[in-house]
């Protein structure tokens, strides 16, 4: 596991939020139901004029098709991004508890090595946060 798997890590939190938007817009889309009303009548004698509510979706079944498609991609690409964070998760839960902190607030909350410092405590300073996570990066 190195620095770039983390940062897809982040890349794949961020694709998981975004497809979720994208799948409930579509899903949105197909609920969206139009509505008119009309005039009309009887076509025999007498002529009485009623009103009519007709409701109904913007699009056709084609559209509907391309639409459940596109949500079937969105789906899989949800997936895809989910595998992988669910594979640096788990490489996590194998990594001693300081490098666990400090992995996680550096490149998961993307802090900058003074804040990562802060929040460890104990006198840690920027750079020795930073050296012993590149030392573990480069061992492993």
């Known amino acids: 596991m190195d620095k770039s798997v983390l940062q897809e890590y982040v890349d794949a939190c961020e694709l998981i939020r975004e497809t979720e938007g994208d799948i409930r817009r579509l899903s949105q889309k197909r609920k969206t139901v139009v509505q008119a009303n009309v005039k009309g009548s009887m076509e025999e ?5 009623q009103r009519f509510r007709i409701q109904g979706t ?28 669910l594979q640096v998760e788990e490489w996590m839960l194998t990594i ?6 400090i992995v996680r607030y550096r490149y998961l909350e993307e802090l900058s090595w003074e804040q990562v410092a802060a929040r460890m405590g104990r006198r840690a300073t920027a750079d020795s946060v930073r050296m012993e996570a590149e030392r573990f990066l480069r061992k492993k």
């Open 45 to 49: 004698f007498p002529y009485i004029e």
């Open 58 to 85: 913007a699009f056709t079944a084609g559209d509907d098709q391309c639409l459940r498609h596109e949500e079937k991609v969105l789906e899989r690409r949800r997936e895809n991004a989910e595998r992988v964070r």
């Open 96 to 101: 001693p508890t300081r490098m666990q902190r």
